[in-house]
């Protein structure tokens, strides 16, 4: 299947939409698992659009930016690497860690020159702020945006154009001479999630939440392994009775995420309702580097 050039046309757009959303807008359409969503609806499969979307979005839950510092661009690595897999029905997993991750951090370069073509926009702005001129500040202003744009729509462009017959070439000699690395690349895809929960974990309060942090384990676990086996026995028998009419449901993603939106509260009006010590003149960091509640 090759990609039709209104696919490259909306693909390309969209690029350029999702990071002006992400600096500007802020609707959460500039999200990996947003762009998997869109890139999935675009190329008609929504199934590996989410599943690439998503595992990026975990593999970068933990990273975030600080000041100027460019990060790697998990969301035009979700496009890419959803068009591919669909065109080509290259694997969601082997596509994550063979195109999604070499693209996202390449990207980080184009996010570079985006910023340094910026600043000449930022400078006019400077200029214009002395001079009072505010038509001349937001025209500067949504000028620098096309900066940011283009940053992202040429290098999806290039790639979607003219790199579909590099993308089939290495497809297959991983399916074929190399089919050792690519079951290795399909297992790394797999494994990244866990990469982006680890970074995650390494910045949240673990140490002081941690017997939440096993009972929302413990129950989730519980839970899940409980509906399994009772939709897995379902689906026996309406095998074996044909006038069997239960419907059985796995456990939703959203009750999982309820259990700890419901310690959360749970923890948070503790915190609040904690009677208040005496205030103490000198503050001390606990090994994570928070000032403990007692302490403000």
């Known amino acids: 299947m090759d990609i039709a050039w209104w696919q490259i046309l909306l693909l390309t757009l969209y690029s350029g939409y999702q990071i002006l959303d992400e600096l500007q807008i802020n609707s959460s359409a500039g999200s990996a698992v947003f762009a998997g969503f869109i890139s999935g609806l675009i190329m008609g499969d929504l199934k590996a659009g989410l599943i690439i979307g998503g595992s990026m979005q975990l593999t970068i839950l933990g990273v975030g930016t600080f000041g100027g510092a460019s990060r790697i661009d998990a969301n035009s690595g979700t496009?890419?690497?959803?068009?591919?897999?669909?065109?080509?029905?290259?694997?969601?997993?082997?596509?994550?860690?063979?195109?999604?991750?070499?693209?996202?951090?390449?990207?980080?370069?184009?996010?570079?020159?985006?910023?340094?073509?910026?600043?000449?926009?930022?400078?006019?702005?400077?200029?214009?702020?002395?001079?009072?001129?505010?038509?001349?500040?937001?025209?500067?202003?949504?000028?620098?945006?096309?900066?940011?744009?283009?940053?992202?729509?040429?290098?999806?462009?290039?790639?979607?154009?003219?790199?579909?017959?590099?993308?089939?070439?290495v497809v297959d000699w991983l399916n074929g001479p190399l089919k050792w690395l690519g079951d290795g690349l399909t297992v790394a895809g797999a494994v990244l999630p866990a990469v982006g929960f680890a970074i995650l974990l390494r910045y949240l309060p673990v140490k002081k939440h941690f017997p939440y942090l096993i009972l929302g384990f413990v129950i989730t676990a519980l839970m899940t392994t409980v509906f399994t086996n009772i939709q897995t026995l379902g689906a026996g028998v309406a095998g074996v009775a044909k006038d069997f009419a239960g419907t059985f449901n796995s456990l939703p993603m959203l009750a999982i995420a309820l259990i700890g939106l419901g310690f959360a509260v749970i923890s948070y009006k503790r915190?609040?309702?904690?009677?208040?010590?005496?205030?103490?003149?000198?503050?001390?960091?606990?090994?994570?580097?928070?000032?403990?509640?007692?302490?403000?």
């Open 79 to 169: 496009i890419l690497a959803t068009a591919f897999s669909v065109a080509i029905g290259m694997d969601p997993e082997q596509a994550i860690a063979a195109i999604a991750v070499p693209v996202a951090a390449l990207m980080i370069y184009t996010d570079i020159l985006g910023r340094f073509a910026n600043t000449y926009f930022a400078h006019r702005i400077d200029a214009d702020i002395e001079k009072f001129n505010y038509k001349a500040i937001e025209r500067h202003f949504l000028l620098g945006s096309v900066s940011w744009a283009l940053s992202r729509m040429l290098p999806v462009f290039l790639a979607l154009a003219f790199g579909s017959g590099v993308v089939t070439t």
């Open 271 to 296: 915190t609040i309702e904690a009677p208040r010590g005496p205030v103490n003149n000198q503050t001390q960091s606990n090994d994570e580097g928070e000032v403990d509640d007692d302490e403000l």
